[in-house]
């Protein structure tokens, strides 16, 4: 990691506890901007578990946690470091709160499970996040205004919506890509989006509101393409480029979906272009398909 100062704590395997108030691990005071290396143990019953609230402008540079396990606390990192923040190997357990802070900041997770507990980045930052499972109420991600999201090979299951982008940066694509939905109430949702965005080959199913649900802005490049929404309530795939009933030049394009069993239409979608091989079967709407043409699978 770059920085002037490395601080390196190995917990080998000991508990840190506390009793509902302060901070678990913090960088010392103090010390010029750094890195902090934290691995190998469990930090619990603190108001933050690492980097605690400051009113000051951040110290910390880089924080990296591997083979952590971090478990009841009220949040498990506010948005303090001021780079980059590397979660992998780990467990964060019934914590609230965490990610990359605003101004660019990055924060990449791999292979690590939230559990009740979900990644909330601020605006302007960079969120990349592989290989992870995020279960239960609370669990997921959430990114502010103009930032990115790399989402690929990670569940989310019986969660409230398992990737909120509410307004994605303007020069690189977002991609969702190889990831499972299932069982929450929106797989995930794009409010309104103002940057490009690529999903493809997810799973959506068994969701209790919509598979996926967007509204795009127009002359926007987006793929939706190769996905798969089966038995979610609502219809699978629903949304929006523009206004609607507003025209626009939308390059958002549909393409080789399978939508089978919704309750509502398997895709419902206005002003997008669409790209063929759609595909639709026994969804709850006799149309089964609106805004693209599908055929039975």
């Not at 108030?21 to 190998?40: C, D, K, M, R, S």
């Amino acid at each position: 990691m770059s920085g002037t100062n490395t601080v390196h704590l190995d917990l080998a395997g000991h508990r840190i506890k506390g009793n509902g108030t302060g901070t678990g691990i913090n960088y010392p005071p103090g010390v010029a901007a750094g890195n902090l290396e934290v691995t190998n143990g469990t930090i619990t019953g603190f108001a933050a578990a690492l980097i605690g609230p400051s009113e000051d402008l951040p110290i910390l540079s880089n924080l990296a946690l591997t083979r952590m396990n971090i478990t009841g606390n009220d949040n498990w990192m506010p948005d303090f470091v001021r780079h980059n923040v590397l979660v992998e190997d780990s467990s964060i357990i019934d914590s609230g709160d965490g990610g990359a802070g605003t101004d660019w900041g990055q924060i990449t997770v791999r292979n690590s499970k939230f559990i009740r507990s979900r990644i909330y980045s601020i605006s302007e930052s960079y969120n990349y996040i592989y290989d992870s499972i995020f279960i239960g109420t609370g669990a997921g991600i959430t990114s502010g205004n103009d930032s990115l999201v790399i989402a690929t090979g990670n569940v989310f299951r019986d969660c409230d919506t398992g990737i909120y982008l509410a307004d994605p940066m303007v020069y690189v694509p977002s991609r969702i890509k190889d990831n499972k939905f299932i069982r929450c109430r929106t797989g995930a949702d794009f409010p309104w989006l103002s940057g490009p965005i690529s999903v493809q080959r997810n799973l959506f199913s068994k969701n209790t509101v919509a598979g996926l649900t967007f509204s795009i802005r127009p002359g926007l490049d987006g793929d939706i393409s190769g996905n798969t929404f089966v038995n979610n309530d609502g219809d699978g795939l629903t949304g929006t480029v523009g206004d609607p009933g507003t025209p626009s030049a939308a390059v958002v394009r549909v393409t080789g979906n399978l939508a089978v069993r919704n309750a509502g239409y398997g895709i419902n979608v206005s002003a997008v272009t669409d790209g063929g091989l759609n595909r639709a079967r026994g969804n709850g709407a006799a149309q089964q398909c609106v805004g693209v043409v599908c055929t039975r699978p």
